[in-house]
């Protein structure tokens, strides 16, 4: 695939000579003075020391039209270019009056006409050799032309985002559909990204020269030039590309009505007002599809010879067309340079955008034209947005970034999706950048906004995040669960019950670590640490969460900075349980939990005491010392016998479930399945002040392990009924992480009985999900689905 249109002007004629159908302009006595414009603008950019693309960033000209203007190809640029130029040069009114003169002198005139245009005066620009992937959009446009009624003349717009190469695939399309319109191709450059777009009246004019009509019958207005286009073209079969649109006003008039012309339209934009369209939204290439594009560009066997160093180079280049070709024009005009050095180039992220740039070609640039046509409210939002954490973004964190209402940075969002600067998400109102585009965005942070402002927004942000998270989060602790949490920070727009808190916390999961991580960078510990306390509870929900690891170790070195042994031995208990849990570093657990355990009978805690004692246990047992763990377990349940508080029961619960686990695998399932009883009784009885849903949860524990105590013993036919029992409450409670172990369970007893299609489907379900959560019983469940279909045989 080709790059976008900056690539395809260096192959077709220049931006203004489009826009005029490839004509002169003026008579013969305009060309000595015109001429001037050129060498006086070269003077007066080299007297202000300025380069083009200084010039060009600060005039807001592409640099290609800046080249034009100086090389003479462009000879009079309207006013509001000239202004521009002369606002970037710093000019003073006399000397901006001169350079205006001589623009003047260069701008078209009125002349006779010359009678029928050819139709080659906008012919289509040549086509890329190594244009790569796009089937099944060209597969589409091609059944829009099959399929289209008589009297219909389709439209397709082509959209998306900076240098996805929508012109090249305009011009693609158009060179192999060119069988099908054999009255013509043509191609017309609307400018959409220049300060002066093309006028739709001076677009007619040139699409009526190019089809035949005489200039002394071309209409004045717009209106009548775009009502004789259509009477001209009703019974020809033309193709028009459109390239570079702005907006729907400047698309419509051009637009044939009946007849079988097919018009092809790009923008940046979607264009979305357009009715009764075709459209197709260009995506980024595959990786292998981008590798096979720098094979063309540079030679296959260049690419075979430094294969992953190709693929890392694409990657770098987000797939993107315009970077990918930059990179290989590159490395094609330096034939004896690895592949592998460019690629390490690349991956210097401060450097990336520098080095994406060959002759006339640069990535930033292209990123720069969208930018400049932003207002400034919206460039803001850009900015800021890309200090986001991690991937994606909510218009409510972009809203915090920008210091700007949430219902306002929406709309921005919206516009910025639109210009191809933001990727929405397909279902969920999120927005995430392209590496490429975040890094520009990221650029333009450091030199509009500087680090005094950055640092003022960040902060405002993990302040906000960080109460939504802790007041969201304690809606599912076990001790002070309350409906309506009243530490947020905007209670008018807080999650209504527990299944909305849920929701925003999975999905802003990034954002409130990062909060979490410059708080604690920021010494505001007490946050910090009733943050990770407030986490417990839900975290439960969520074991295959691996950022568990970094909360609770926030927690503990919170908790040591504040000198509260209490709390540093409850936040190590909850470190021990993540690094056994959730990341399976049993090695790792047992050492928090020890630390846990001396802190606990330092201070005489003895909940915090038991609880380290069962933590231990889990990470004993993990390494292969049952004995030990029994041990600790049976230590831990005594410890927790006479607790009466509701932290000291589900304490209880925990070390009576454990316990039964380890002495089953021990070989003694009998005192294992009465282990499992009595926690099966303790939940039935209820647990004064814990919540109804976790008392569930603990029950549906005690009956997965009945289950598997029952299957211990040889009750296969026993063990079925309460696996049922605990799989349903798990996926009640929506908790993944013991829903599927449980689910294997089941699917091994079911094969046990010999019901060999509903074993085989629940194994299945089993291991698929457990690969997906990255659960340690994942390679279980594959075994067992390699023994079943051997029985089954």
Same mark, same amino acid.
């Given at each position: 695939?080709?790059?976008?249109?900056?690539?395809?002007?260096?192959?077709?004629?220049?931006?203004?000579?489009?826009?005029?159908?490839?004509?002169?302009?003026?008579?013969?006595?305009?060309?000595?003075?015109?001429?001037?414009?050129?060498?006086?603008?070269?003077?007066?950019?080299?007297?202000?020391?300025?380069?083009?693309?200084?010039?060009?960033?600060?005039?807001?000209?592409?640099?290609?039209?800046?080249?034009?203007?100086?090389?003479?190809?462009?000879?009079?640029?309207?006013?509001?270019?000239?202004?521009?130029?002369?606002?970037?040069?710093?000019?003073?009114?006399?000397?901006?009056?001169?350079?205006?003169?001589?623009?003047?002198?260069?701008?078209?005139?009125?002349?006779?006409?010359?009678?029928?245009?050819?139709?080659?005066?906008?012919?289509?620009?040549?086509?890329?050799?190594?244009?790569?992937?796009?089937?099944?959009?060209?597969?589409?446009?091609?059944?829009?032309?099959?399929?289209?009624?008589?009297?219909?003349?389709?439209?397709?717009?082509?959209?998306?985002?900076?240098?996805?190469?929508?012109?090249?695939?305009?011009?693609?399309?158009?060179?192999?559909?060119?069988?099908?319109?054999?009255?013509?191709?043509?191609?017309?450059?609307?400018?959409?990204?220049?300060?002066?777009?093309?006028?739709?009246?001076?677009?007619?004019?040139?699409?009526?020269?190019?089809?035949?009509?005489?200039?002394?019958?071309?209409?004045?207005?717009?209106?009548?030039?775009?009502?004789?286009?259509?009477?001209?073209?009703?019974?020809?079969?033309?193709?028009?590309?459109?390239?570079?649109?702005?907006?729907?006003?400047?698309?419509?008039?051009?637009?044939?009505?009946?007849?079988?012309?097919?018009?092809?339209?790009?923008?940046?934009?979607?264009?979305?007002?357009?009715?009764?369209?075709?459209?197709?939204?260009?995506?980024?290439?595959?990786?292998?599809?981008?590798?096979?594009?720098?094979?063309?560009?540079?030679?296959?066997?260049?690419?075979?010879?430094?294969?992953?160093?190709?693929?890392?180079?694409?990657?770098?280049?987000?797939?993107?067309?315009?970077?990918?070709?930059?990179?290989?024009?590159?490395?094609?005009?330096?034939?004896?340079?690895?592949?592998?050095?460019?690629?390490?180039?690349?991956?210097?992220?401060?450097?990336?955008?520098?080095?994406?740039?060959?002759?006339?070609?640069?990535?930033?640039?292209?990123? /720069?034209?969208?930018?400049?046509? *932003?207002?400034?409210?919206? &460039?803001?939002? %850009? #900015? $800021? +947005?890309?200090? =986001? !954490?991690?991937?994606?973004?909510?218009?409510?964190?972009?809203?915090?970034?920008?210091?700007?209402?949430?219902?306002?940075?929406?709309?921005?969002?919206?516009?910025?999706?639109?210009?191809?600067?933001?990727?929405?998400?397909?279902?969920?109102?999120?927005?995430?950048?392209?590496?490429?585009?975040?890094?520009?965005?990221?650029?333009?942070?450091?030199?509009?906004?500087?680090? /005094?402002?950055?640092?003022?927004? *960040?902060?405002?942000?993990? &302040?906000?995040? %960080? #109460? $939504? +998270?802790?007041? =969201? !989060?304690?809606?599912?602790?076990?001790?002070?669960?309350?409906?309506?949490?009243?530490?947020?920070?905007?209670?008018?727009?807080?999650?209504?019950?527990?299944?909305?808190?849920?929701?925003?916390?999975?999905?802003?999961?990034?954002?409130?670590?990062?909060?979490?991580?410059?708080?604690?960078?920021?010494?505001?510990?007490?946050?910090?640490?009733?943050?990770?306390?407030?986490?417990?509870?839900?975290?439960?929900?969520?074991?295959?969460?691996?950022?568990?690891?970094?909360?609770?170790?926030?927690?503990?070195?919170?908790?040591?900075?504040?000198?509260?042994?209490?709390?540093?031995?409850?936040?190590?208990?909850?470190?021990?349980?993540?690094?056994?849990?959730?990341?399976?570093?049993?090695?790792?657990?047992?050492?928090?939990?020890?630390?846990?355990?001396?802190?606990?009978?330092?201070?005489?805690?003895?909940?915090?005491?038991?609880?380290?004692?069962?933590?231990?246990?889990?990470?004993?047992?993990?390494?292969?010392?049952?004995?030990?763990?029994?041990?600790?377990?049976?230590?831990?349940?005594?410890?927790?016998?006479?607790?009466?508080?509701?932290?000291?029961?589900?304490?209880?619960?925990?070390?009576?479930?454990?316990?039964?686990?380890?002495?089953?695998?021990?070989?003694?399932?009998?005192?294992?399945?009465?282990?499992?009883?009595?926690?099966?009784?303790?939940?039935?009885?209820?647990?004064?002040?814990?919540?109804?849903?976790?008392?569930?949860?603990?029950?549906?524990?005690?009956?997965?392990?009945?289950?598997?105590?029952?299957?211990?013993?040889?009750?296969?036919?026993?063990?079925?009924?309460?696996?049922?029992?605990?799989?349903?409450?798990?996926?009640?409670?929506?908790?993944?992480?013991?829903?599927?172990?449980?689910?294997?369970?089941?699917?091994?007893?079911?094969?046990?009985?010999?019901?060999?299609?509903?074993?085989?489907?629940?194994?299945?379900?089993?291991?698929?999900?457990?690969?997906?959560?990255?659960?340690?019983?994942?390679?279980?469940?594959?075994?067992?689905?390699?023994?079943?279909?051997?029985?089954?045989?």
């Amino acid at each position: 695939m080709g790059p976008d249109q900056a690539a395809q002007r260096a192959h077709g004629r220049g931006p203004d000579q489009a826009a005029q159908g490839g004509h002169d302009r003026g008579g013969t006595a305009a060309e000595p003075v015109a001429e001037a414009f050129g060498p006086m603008l070269v003077a007066l950019r080299t007297r202000a020391g300025m380069s083009q693309e200084r010039l060009s960033h600060a005039a807001g000209v592409s640099v290609r039209a800046l080249a034009d203007l100086e090389r003479g190809r462009s000879r009079g640029p309207q006013r509001r270019t000239v202004q521009a130029l002369a606002a970037g040069l710093g000019l003073d009114e006399d000397t901006a009056a001169e350079l205006e003169r001589a623009a003047c002198l260069g701008r078209p005139r009125p002349r006779p006409a010359v009678g029928p245009r050819a139709h080659n005066t906008l012919a289509l620009p040549r086509d890329i050799g190594d244009f790569v992937a796009r089937g099944p959009a060209l597969a589409r446009l091609l059944a829009l032309v099959e399929g289209a009624a008589p009297a219909c003349s389709p439209v397709s717009v082509v959209s998306g985002q900076p240098g996805l190469g929508k012109t090249a695939f305009a011009v693609h399309a158009a060179y192999r559909l060119a069988p099908h319109f054999p009255d013509g191709q043509l191609a017309v450059d609307l400018h959409g990204m220049d300060p002066e777009p093309t006028t739709p009246r001076d677009a007619l004019g040139s699409l009526l020269r190019a089809v035949g009509v005489a200039e002394r019958a071309i209409p004045a207005s717009a209106e009548d030039r775009s009502g004789l286009l259509r009477s001209v073209v009703r019974d020809r079969r033309l193709l028009l590309v459109l390239d570079n649109a702005a907006s729907e006003d400047q698309v419509r008039p051009l637009l044939p009505g009946a007849g079988r012309c097919l018009t092809i339209v790009t923008s940046r934009h979607a264009l979305a007002g357009l009715e009764a369209v075709h459209r197709i939204d260009l995506a980024l290439l595959r990786r292998e599809e981008a590798v096979e594009m720098l094979g063309l560009i540079v030679g296959p066997e260049r690419v075979r010879q430094e294969a992953q160093a190709a693929r890392d180079l694409v990657e770098l280049c987000g797939c993107l067309p315009l970077a990918v070709r930059i990179a290989g024009q590159r490395l094609a005009g330096r034939p004896h340079e690895r592949i592998g050095k460019l690629a390490a180039q690349l991956a210097r992220e401060g450097r990336r955008l520098d080095t994406l740039q060959v002759g006339d070609l640069q990535v930033r640039a292209a990123f /720069a034209l969208s930018y400049r046509q *932003l207002s400034p409210a919206v &460039r803001t939002v %850009l #900015r $800021r +947005a890309s200090l =986001a !954490a991690g991937g994606e973004f909510s218009p409510e964190t972009a809203a915090l970034l920008a210091d700007l209402p949430v219902g306002r940075v929406a709309r921005y969002a919206e516009e910025l999706a639109d210009a191809g600067l933001l990727q929405p998400d397909a279902t969920a109102e999120r927005y995430r950048f392209h590496d490429l585009v975040k890094l520009f965005a990221t650029e333009q942070l450091a030199a509009e906004d500087g680090s /005094a402002v950055v640092g003022a927004a *960040l902060d405002r942000t993990a &302040r906000w995040m %960080l #109460r $939504r +998270a802790t007041a =969201a !989060a304690l809606r599912f602790d076990a001790d002070r669960h309350r409906d309506a949490p009243d530490d947020d920070p905007d209670p008018a727009g807080a999650p209504a019950d527990r299944d909305e808190a849920r929701a925003w916390l999975e999905a802003e999961r990034t954002q409130w670590l990062a909060a979490l991580h410059r708080a604690q960078a920021a010494g505001r510990h007490r946050q910090v640490l009733d943050t990770a306390e407030a986490m417990h509870w839900f975290s439960d929900l969520n074991q295959h969460w691996e950022l568990w690891v970094e909360v609770f170790r926030c927690g503990v070195d919170a908790a040591r900075a504040l000198g509260s042994r209490r709390d540093e031995a409850v936040q190590l208990n909850f470190l021990a349980w993540a690094y056994n849990t959730c990341v399976h570093d049993p090695h790792a657990s047992l050492v928090a939990a020890d630390a846990a355990l001396a802190v606990a009978r330092e201070i005489g805690d003895r909940l915090q005491t038991g609880w380290a004692l069962g933590y231990g246990a889990s990470a004993l047992r993990r390494t292969g010392r049952v004995e030990e763990a029994i041990a600790r377990l049976r230590d831990s349940a005594a410890c927790l016998a006479d607790e009466t508080s509701t932290q000291g029961r589900l304490a209880e619960l925990s070390s009576l479930n454990l316990l039964g686990i380890h002495l089953r695998q021990a070989g003694d399932a009998e005192e294992a399945l009465a282990m499992h009883r009595r926690s099966e009784a303790i939940c039935q009885a209820q647990v004064s002040g814990a919540p109804a849903e976790l008392i569930t949860a603990y029950l549906g524990a005690a009956r997965q392990h009945i289950g598997n105590d029952l299957a211990a013993l040889g009750r296969w036919a026993e063990a079925e009924l309460p696996l049922r029992q605990a799989l349903e409450t798990f996926e009640t409670v929506n908790m993944a992480a013991w829903a599927e172990p449980t689910r294997l369970d089941l699917g091994i007893v079911l094969g046990r009985l010999a019901r060999y299609d509903e074993a085989h489907e629940t194994l299945l379900a089993a291991h698929d999900a457990l690969r997906e959560l990255n659960h340690p019983r994942q390679e279980e469940a594959a075994a067992e689905l390699r023994e079943l279909r051997e029985r089954a045989r």
